[in-house]
């Protein structure tokens, strides 16, 4: 939204510019409003909610944060609040009563009626990660034995402020799903043809308790807008619309993202979320990985006498666990985002190895001769060159590997290969490369 | 796809059973078709090619990888890939254009029109991250004096082999977007009616050289399912649909997944590169953190006398620097995926820097806590646990507030934010917490 159109319909509100500021709210997107409340005060948000047409306020509604909606509902009668919910879709109603403290829920739940609060509860019973959650309830079913023009007047009657009005389901009588129309299929056809001449029997459906990450992949995958969702009994229940199988891909990316850098992942946003519950989120990792790294230290420690008599080889630690770490976390990452997206698969286990193991090769070559020659220019001494040349070259063929073979063993124990990130790897790659590094320079310089 | 029904089909085409073949085509998704295509023969996949209708073998064209489509064309007469190539979509042929040896270009650009090759030229144009590059050209544009009638005369005649058949673009004489309709608007509407009554002027347009990053984003903003392109002087020349939109937002995650774990991010798919592809885009980071890791090393070479006097001071060095690692890698992934999602913004800075610090504070103290009961049983030494203590929260307070504030002061000095992430962060991290470690180990054990 345009700063300025913003500075003016504050203006506007401030000088009580009613009829003009009803012009600017016309030109303006639902998010755009939504976004704008955000900034005005609470008198200022009702008195502009209450100038929205009745269709239109119930998109700003629904665009609104969860805070925002509980103070704007707390400011609405019943009967504004009622108006409100009758135009909302059922998956956005289910998402308020799913947000809301308990006596906006009963207000909430007073305002609709009794068939669509018996809907609201079947569709808060199942579990926040399944296809089920993120459905609605608003669908065009059409008859096999209908004919075009009866279609229509269906979609006309019921269909016009549906979700996806331009996919229709064609269903029998035990409300399974025989196949789909497209609107434009309807559009093109002769009015006295029946469906059953020209839906299309072939139909990608997802069952209420499949997990919604695999249902949104689905999305991109057979270029839909929207997928049918049926239950147990194989029967239609309801949609899912392509805008929210987007944010359930957002999600996990997001949630990918938080895994890998070790943290417990939330769904609330960074700043919504509180210190207490951020600090609780790292913790756990935190202190994993810092006692496993102790681990690395008792190695060093059993060194002692090689570090006492070659003091510069400490000097060197630093180095080989960053090196090891970065080479680590780039395997991992690619390997672990391959399987996010389907590119990588299970079968693909020994092609990824052998490809890793080139890699690190190449890239464990380049680095040793790099350090190398700084160590020969700054210390004169080849055969502190050569220990850390060989330690290298270990150090990230190991890393390489174990990016690569421990995000798919997650993922063949049914475990998140995200959690197989630098940082668990890292920890793990260090102790090894340690301990590779002091045997090297023990058994080559005699210390 | 079932592999059930991937077996059977292989058999028929084996038996040749063309007849029964041909029904089980008529079951399946193009994109299934096109997956089951990898596996067959270069003569099997031709045969069962020619097997599928005009319309859905263009589908299933679409679908497939460069190299199959490479394979493909090769096997096909010129008659057969002008038939492919009439039934794609603008943007799709474009791709194909881009993605094809020369020769096949010359082959494709031969079996289209004049006008198509005109547009085909001006597509290739855009520069690879701009709107422009993913656009199709195909839409339909309607008048503000045709009727609801004339409308559906025109939507029937050109619109049914479009992309989004229900959007409609309200153009005036200088192809300027001064409205859209919606199709569900068309049905509902008197078929008498003037387009410029029922049109919505509020458009929402993109322009040809806008980021297609940013355009994607505003489909999940505006939850829209296609998004008009304009040119410099605000004409219509294409529209972007969701799928695409999609598949640069799943993109452009898999980069910021890349370069977080500092490698040179590639659009290429993991087993598409090869392996010196592989090593090239990671050898730079990997050097350029080498060399700066030499830089603690220097810094605990200065402290020699420290480590000769107290030899276990070493053995903490792999746990402070994984703990700073970890910590700067957390807070930097919520500040980047934030920024990336656009729920952090720059104005939020010293809001966020403020939360960081609180976090930074509880764990710190947590993980110092932990630790010094550790040391307090392991080598009873309370002094090594208080030094420990202190590097410890200091640590975490300098990784917590680097990882938030480098990415911001990227996004301000217009870089990516996501080279600040985990490997960057802890290379810098690591230089001042064993700067940190040493200077408090001295000052407080007089070593």
Redesign the interface.
Known sequence: MDEEIKEQIIELLANKRYSNLYKYM????S?DISMLFEELSEEDMVLLFRLLPKDEAADVFSYMEPDLQEKLINCLTDKELKLVIDELFMDDTVDLVEEMPSNVVKRILKSVNKEDRETINELLKYPSDSAGSIMTTEFIDLKINMTVEKA?EK??KI??NKET??KCYVLDIRREIIGTVD??DL??ADKDKLIKEIMD??V?TVSTLDDKEEVAKQ?????V?ALPVVDKENRLVGIIT??DA??V??DE??E???I????TPTED???KTS??K??KN??L???L???S??I???I??HY?NA??AV??L??????I???G???G??S???????MA?D??RLR?FF??IW?EL??AL??GT??AI??GI?IVIQYQNLLLAIVLGVTLICTVALAKLLGCILPMLAKKLKLDPAIMA??LI??IV?TCS?LIYFSIAVALMHV
């Open positions: 016309e030109q303006t997107n998010q229509f979609i006309k269909g016009l009005v331009y609107v434009k559009l093109l029997t072939n990608i999305f991109d995958k057979y270029d807008v392509i805008d987007i944010d891909l957002q990316n997001t990918d993202f938080e890998m850098a070790a943290m946003s960074y700043f210190v207490f951020h600090a790292r913790i990792w935190l202190l990985l810092m006692l790294s102790a690395t230290g008792t060093i420690i002692e570090f006492a003091p510069i400490v000097s060197f630690i630093p180095m666990m960053d090196t770490g970065n080479c976390s780039q991992s990452t690619l390997i672990i985002r391959g997206i590119e990588i693909d092609k990824a490809k080139r890699v190449i890239v380049v680095l790099c350090n700084r630098a940082p890292t920890t260090d340690i």
